[in-house]
């Protein structure tokens, strides 16, 4: 029986599949895999949180297989092992996938796959996913091909008619041996709910987007909360980019019945450029395939020599650096598997900068926390925000202004930090400024109850900035950015500065 194997990866959903239509199209039998391979689980940016999300979405993708007449196999074990035992059991015809971006691991087992399948003579196809254009060498055409893969038909789910059933289940976590840590908040998996999360957003909560998405208090409402389905492939890129524009266009025709159009066209428009981020993101890493294992700017990283200080990275992880803002998000992010952009970008930044730990360690340990870790915008937002590709300006923020800007009451800090639960509004973003006899009387006596500030906040920034500037100045480094932007830069025009932008840092 000739068969064809449609391999699911990161791509967990039945609508606007392409590997699954051109099975259903074909005369073979299909077989639908999943492959979960052990291997994973020992990779330092790897948590049993993304093993135990993949699996919800495997178990509703199952469910939505079965609706349109297939069938999931699941199968523990590395992919070549699983193709052999198939292609033995049945004679594959071909194999049909979604290109996946990921780590340097998944990359070289793809490199085994194609090995594999040369050698058995099996043809692979891979199928473009989101907006990542493989083989470009530079930028120049990248956005004119993304914007018009955006626009390409979207594919309902096909019907199939032959299919080799699969007589097992998809194991729990515990069967697996592995334990999950309990996140608050836990998204409901699987592309119905993707769907309603996005029908929900673009009807509902974006209107908000624009102003409120810097606070990580707001952007848990207003945001979109979608990252965790794209990265599962619950939802296609082209089905969010085509329902944002149809969103558009329906209030730019009924502008007298919607009330604050306006905002809403702001708010999407802003949603809608970020979503092009999340393409341009993976596409770098599609161009640079250490990406996570290697600094853009090599020259700058080894120049900065940042050292792995034990006693730093674990208070930064746990929360416990003595700065309320930080130690905040850092829990609230350990909690929940998710904060906003610029609180990430301020964690990073104050790894990087304050606390001078090098990126790999930090950005590892980040990429084990986010339920959403997406390796292209991850590693590239890792190496932004620490200074390490030569091509962004240097992003040192300040902890203690973000936390007054983003959090003036204190409330956010009081939740997450409950230490601090006393503190009065006053001292909250600097509690180490209370009088002795204020912190005894509300039991919050810093160095005891909340640890003193792990260094001196300004002082560190700025030296951190001066080592920076210092690293980026050699002739060499900037030799090598000069190419790092020519391979990686947006093209795009930059955007002329407002005098009245707020200040970030
Ligand atoms: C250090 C660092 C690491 C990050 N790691 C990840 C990651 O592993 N996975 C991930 O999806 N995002 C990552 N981001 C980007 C961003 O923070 C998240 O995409 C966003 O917070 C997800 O929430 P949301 O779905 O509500 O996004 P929304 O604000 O609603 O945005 C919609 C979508 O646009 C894309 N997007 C938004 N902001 C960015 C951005 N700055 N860069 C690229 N794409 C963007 C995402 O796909 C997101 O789901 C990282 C940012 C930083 C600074």
């Known amino acids: 029986m000739a068969v064809d194997v449609v391999w699911f990866k990161k791509d967990l959903r039945t609508y606007d599949h392409s590997p699954l239509i051109d099975a259903a199209k074909s005369d073979n039998t299909i077989l639908c895999l999943y492959v979960l391979e052990p291997e994973r689980f020992d990779l330092d940016d790897v948590d049993p949180i993304h093993i135990e999300w993949e699996l919800n979405n495997a178990i509703e993708l199952s469910k939505s297989l079965e609706k349109i007449g297939g069938s999931l196999h699941f199968e ?9 035992k198939i292609n033995s059991n049945f004679k594959i015809a071909r194999i049909l996938s979604h290109e996946e971006t990921g780590n340097s691991w998944s990359y070289q087992r793809d490199k085994l796959v194609q090995k594999w399948c040369q050698k058995q003579n099996i043809s692979w196809i891979e199928f473009p996913t989101n907006g990542v254009i493989r083989t470009l060498q530079d930028r120049d055409l990248w956005k004119r091909k993304r914007d018009s893969r955006m626009r390409e038909n979207l594919y309902q789910p096909p019907i199939i008619s032959d ?8 194991p729990s976590m515990k069967t697996l041996g592995l334990k999950s840590r309990r996140l608050q908040n836990y998204p409901e998996p699987g592309q119905d ?23 990580p208090t707001l ?4 945001g979109s909360g979608l990252s965790v389905y794209l990265t599962a492939g619950a939802i296609s890129m082209r089905r969010v980019v085509q329902a944002t524009n149809a969103r558009m266009e329906y209030i730019r025709k009924n502008k007298a019945e919607i009330k604050d159009p306006t905002d809403w066209l702001k708010s999407l428009g802003s949603f809608r450029k970020r979503l092009a981020w999340h393409c341009h993101f993976v596409q770098k890493l599609e161009m ?8 853009q700017n090599p020259v700058i990283d080894s120049n900065l020599m940042r050292v792995l200080d034990e006693d730093r990275f674990t208070r930064w992880k746990n929360g416990t650096t003595g700065w309320p803002f930080l130690d905040a998000c850092m829990r609230q992010l350990s909690s929940t598997g998710w904060i906003n952009f610029r609180m990430r970008a301020m964690i990073m930044s104050a790894a990087s900068y304050n606390l001078w730990l090098p990126w790999r360690a930090t950005g590892c340990h980040l990429a084990r926390q986010f339920l959403d870790y997406e390796p292209g915008i991850h590693w590239s937002q890792v190496g932004m925000q620490s200074g390490t590709t030569g091509i962004n300006t240097i992003r040192a923020y300040s902890m203690t202004k973000q936390g ?10 009081r939740k997450w930090v409950p230490e601090l639960a006393m503190v009065p509004t006053k001292y909250i973003h600097e509690p180490w400024k209370m009088p002795n006899e204020l912190q005894e009387t509300i039991s919050c006596v810093i160095g005891q109850h909340y640890p003193e500030p792990i260094l001196d906040e300004i002082e560190s920034r700025k030296e951190g900035i001066k080592r920076s500037y210092a690293a980026r100045s050699s002739k060499e480094s900037r ?18 500065k407002r005098s009245n932008q707020k200040k970030l840092f």
Not at 163 to 170: D, M, P, R, T, V
Not at 219 to 222: M, R
């Open 76 to 84: 523990i074990s590395d992919i070549v092992t699983t193709l052999s």
């Open 163 to 170: 299919c080799i059933e699969f007589q097992g289940e998809i």
């Open 193 to 215: 709910a993707a769907l309603k999360r996005l029908d929900s957003f673009l009807n509902e909560e974006a209107k908000q987007f624009q102003w409120a998405i810097s606070s």
């Open 219 to 222: 952007a848990v409402k207003h």
């Open 288 to 295: 640079e395939d250490n990406l996570d294992l290697v600094a």
């Open 404 to 413: 007054k800007d983003q959090d003036p009451t204190g409330d956010y800090i």
């Open 479 to 496: 030799e090598i950015s000069k190419k790092v932007l020519k391979r990686h830069g947006s093209r795009s025009r930059p955007r002329r």
